[in-house]
Nanobody, 122 residues
């Protein structure tokens, strides 16, 4: 119904930058909130940032001032610009989209990307 394809992960040195992308496709009627999460080995999945359909953003304290979330409404794509990366940012990063599909416009569902690995070396 809604497919999410993430890209942009990789290996970077501490202090470096990466930009993640997540493109949504499928039978989309509308997209509400888009967001990014991450999960490090042995830890719970952590919410990093969200952006609403109106463009309002919210950030976890751990990434505030270093990460920036944005979206391209025309492309149904959400981005996460990550600067000043630290080794503790190493994790699998997931995008999340809350959307309505054309076959059921009265209900919102959450959809998840497959995850992309980000590794920050010291």
């Amino acid at each position: 119904q809604v497919q999410l394809v993430e890209s942009g992960g990789g290996l970077v040195q501490a202090g470096g930058s990466l930009r993640l992308s997540c493109a949504a496709s499928g039978s989309i009627f509308s997209i509400n909130t888009m967001g990014w999460y991450r999960q490090a080995p042995g830890k719970q999945r952590e919410l990093l940032a969200t952006i609403t359909s109106a463009g309002s953003t919210n950030y976890a304290e751990s990434v505030k001032g270093r990460f920036t979330i944005s979206r391209d409404r025309a492309k149904n794509t959400v981005y996460l610009q990550m600067n000043s990366l630290k080794p503790e940012d190493t994790a699998v990063y997931y995008c999340n989209v809350r959307a309505r599909v054309k076959t059921d416009i009265w209900r919102e569902n959450d959809y998840w990307g497959q995850g992309t690995q980000v590794t920050v070396s010291s």
